[in-house]
């Protein structure tokens, strides 16, 4: 919307009186020469040109706190589970500051997610910051889901933004549980959400998770997808006039992804953590998409989901080869490191001999790698495939791989 004869700065709060209807809140988002940009909060009707612009002094803040345990909320902290409003006992507006990089708790602890083929093969160090790489329908919701069940947290954080609305429901029923809502917080924006709610629904959802850290808990913090985040700033910047940068993506997303993942990570020393999971849409398993790569380059670590993989029935469909935690090598002795390669190496050698191996061209005895990976693969694929009620601790992740590589150690 464009409003001229305010004197107000980009991010301040206005509301758009319309006849007969509530006021439309919306938030300056650019200016030019006497021109204001303003973009609503939620959805639009009844507006008229010529309607009042009213600038806010001050804006409605949401209340932090223990009272936001098992609750749903959408982008601006209002309550989505009709179990009344939000009871704030204690609590206070809670803005949270930059931490400086040098004053951050180093990442020296593993974190427990409950599956098999990451805690043994892409362990995650409590404070990472990682990311889910897949196209549409390989099964990241699904994934995201079974951490937030299985992973040991004090509080789980939870931003659906930008997903069908179908899928909030579901992942509240069906994947959380009641038990899981019980120690979790979900923001929910979904798709038919104004760009600026669903890109609010982020930033809340990164300040809740930062509220719980520096009561020194220790929060894991899932969204639900980085891509739709990108999406919602790209609306916004497009409709004020930013031009169009790398594939139709303006300048300012590949500063606003930046911002929100720094935000995640440990805090002060002795203070708790974030560890952060999100998921990113890589439109055709694109993996150089723009959003897709910049988010790999900020990111400390990336978990890919092979399309083929999921085609054949492996589920979890984890890409072992294009994937990586760039924190492994901190938090894990190196025994582990090790056995992590050897899997990699037998898994990579079969699959590059596939075709040879599927047509009866490679002769046993030709290459000793080889015929270890033939043997193992079975083993291997057993290894990374895991049903969705299925949690596997550290241990038991270790003592698999173990059993795994055992027969070809010392050959």
Same mark, same amino acid.
């Given at each position: ?8 700065? $980009? ?5 758009? &009186?319309? /006849? ?62 009709? &179990?009344?409003?939000?009871? =704030? ?25 409950? @599956? ?19 196209? %549409? ?26 997903e069908r609305g179908r899928e909030v429901k579901e992942f509240i029923e069906q994947i959380l549980g009641e038990d899981g809502l019980q120690r979790a917080v979900v923001v929910a924006s979904p798709a038919d959400d104004a760009p600026l709610m669903r890109l609010r629904a982020a930033q809340l959802s990164t300040q809740i998770a930062e509220y719980f850290r520096d009561q020194g808990q220790n929060v894991l913090l899932l969204m639900d997808s980085l891509t739709r985040y990108a999406q919602a700033q790209r609306e916004i910047?497009?409709? !004020? ?19 929100? !993942? ?34 790999? =380059? ?33 938090? !894990? ?5 090790? &056995? =992590? ?17 599927? $047509? ?5 005895? =030709? ?6 990976? $033939? ?8 290894? @990374?495939? /895991?049903?969705?009620?299925? %949690?596997?601790?550290?241990?038991? %992740? ?9 027969? !070809?150690?010392?050959?």
């Amino acid at each position: 919307m464009e409003a001229v004869g305010l004197n107000v700065s $980009i991010g301040n709060h206005c509301l758009v &009186h319309v /006849q007969g209807k509530p006021p439309i809140e919306t938030e300056v988002v650019g200016f030019q020469n006497e021109l204001t940009y303003l973009m609503p909060v939620q959805k639009v009707n009844g507006l008229q040109p010529g309607a009042r612009v009213q600038p806010c002094e001050h804006t409605q803040q949401m209340q932090f706190g223990e009272h936001l345990r098992g609750r749903i909320v959408n982008g601006i902290g209002q309550p989505l589970d009709m &179990h009344g409003p939000l009871q =704030a006992n204690n609590s206070q507006p809670y803005h949270s500051g930059t931490i400086n990089p040098l004053e951050r708790e180093p990442i020296t602890q593993p974190l427990d997610v409950g @599956i098999r083929a990451i805690n043994s093969l892409l362990t995650v160090g409590r404070g990472q910051r990682l990311g889910l790489f897949a196209g %549409s329908g390989v099964g990241k919701s699904v994934l995201l889901g079974m951490m937030t069940k299985f992973t040991t947290a004090d509080i789980v954080v939870v931003g659906l933004v930008g997903e069908r609305g179908r899928e909030v429901k579901e992942f509240i029923e069906q994947i959380l549980g009641e038990d899981g809502l019980q120690r979790a917080v979900v923001v929910a924006s979904p798709a038919d959400d104004a760009p600026l709610m669903r890109l609010r629904a982020a930033q809340l959802s990164t300040q809740i998770a930062e509220y719980f850290r520096d009561q020194g808990q220790n929060v894991l913090l899932l969204m639900d997808s980085l891509t739709r985040y990108a999406q919602a700033q790209r609306e916004i910047a497009l409709a !004020v006039g930013e031009p169009p940068a790398t594939k139709g993506y303006p300048p300012s997303v590949f500063t606003k992804i930046p911002e929100l !993942v720094e935000r995640a990570g440990n805090g002060k020393k002795g203070g708790g953590s974030v560890t952060a999971f999100y998921t990113v849409l890589t439109e055709g398993d694109d993996l150089q998409d723009p959003v897709a790569d910049s988010a790999r =380059a900020i990111l400390d670590g990336h978990v890919v989901l092979s399309r083929q993989l999921a085609e054949e029935g492996l589920y979890p469909a984890i890409d072992i080869e294009a994937s990586i935690s760039r924190v492994m090598p901190q938090v !894990v002795p190196q025994t582990q490191i090790q &056995h =992590a390669q050897k899997f990699k190496q037998l898994l990579a050698r079969y699959r590059a001999n596939r075709d040879l191996i599927a $047509i009866g061209a490679y002769k046993p005895g =030709a290459d000793k790698t080889i015929d270890q990976a $033939i043997e193992r693969f079975p083993h291997l694929t057993d290894f @990374i495939s /895991q049903g969705m009620q299925q %949690s596997a601790n550290f241990a038991e %992740s270790l003592q698999s791989l173990n059993a795994v590589l055992a027969p !070809v150690e010392g050959k």
